[in-house]
T-cell receptor, first 116, second 114 residues
């Protein structure tokens, strides 16, 4: 069983619509959650992170976290063709002492296509 | 110039060869990582280093070794390459003030082992 599972793609939405990307994780001890965007042939780019239950908004992006359901999502409002990319969900844990580290577990990615 | 530079960008080699992938950064970050990416599998951590004297294995370190020559340099070696190590390799750094997750990636090295 995969530790971090993303909704299978590819996901296609029209320009201006809301794109919803979903991610579930198996480790209940996970404390930190990240979304990366990766354009074809490029390196990943960190776009959002969330640590607490609820919503976190940054421009057109909203990350939603529900630790009870072990679920994290990324909403992209007013989707643009430039949002077309692969979106990677990543989940991390904190050490008991409160220090996080970069040992993230990544999902397999969801390909998003925004068509005009 | 890129903040995180990987060399080479592409490499084709034969089974059994020793290969070194190099990473250098100008971010001044202590924390550096090596990941590999395979289609449909996301990114998987090979090794990470918190400083020059602190190197740790990731989830898939078998068949790989690393060297942290300086704060700015972190090299990944394949001692005897095998075809299933064909993948896209990324080096990354992180700023602990922001959150310790990898934030700055190099452009990647596409490695093919025949």
């Amino acid at each position: 069983q995969k530790e971090v599972e993303q909704n299978s793609g590819p996901l296609s939405v029209p320009e201006g619509a809301i794109a919803s990307l979903n991610c579930t994780y198996s480790d209940r001890g996970s404390q930190s959650f990240f979304w990366y965007r990766q354009y074809s042939g490029k390196s990943p780019e960190l776009i959002m992170f969330i640590y607490s239950n609820g919503d976190k908004e940054d421009g057109r992006f909203t990350a939603q976290l529900n630790k009870a359901s072990q679920y994290v999502s990324l909403l992209i409002r007013d989707s643009q063709p430039s949002d077309s990319a692969t979106y990677l969900c990543a989940v991390g844990a904190f050490y008991a002492g409160g220090t996080s580290y970069g040992k993230l577990t990544f999902g397999q990615g969801t390909i998003l296509t925004v068509h005009p | 110039d890129a903040d995180v530079t990987q060399t080479p960008r592409n490499r084709i080699t034969k089974t059994g060869k020793r290969i070194m992938l190099e990473c250098s950064q100008t971010k001044g970050h202590d924390r550096m990582y090596w990941y590999r990416q395979d289609p449909g599998l996301g990114l998987r951590l090979i090794y990470y280093s918190f400083d020059v004297k602190d190197i740790n294995k990731g989830e898939i370190s078998d068949g790989y070794s690393v060297s942290r020559q300086a704060q700015a340099k972190f090299s990944l070696s394949l001692e005897s390459a095998i075809p299933n190590q064909t993948a896209l390799y990324f080096c990354a750094t992180s700023d602990p003030l922001i959150g310790n997750q990898p934030q700055h990636f190099g452009d990647g090295t596409r490695l093919s082992i025949l």
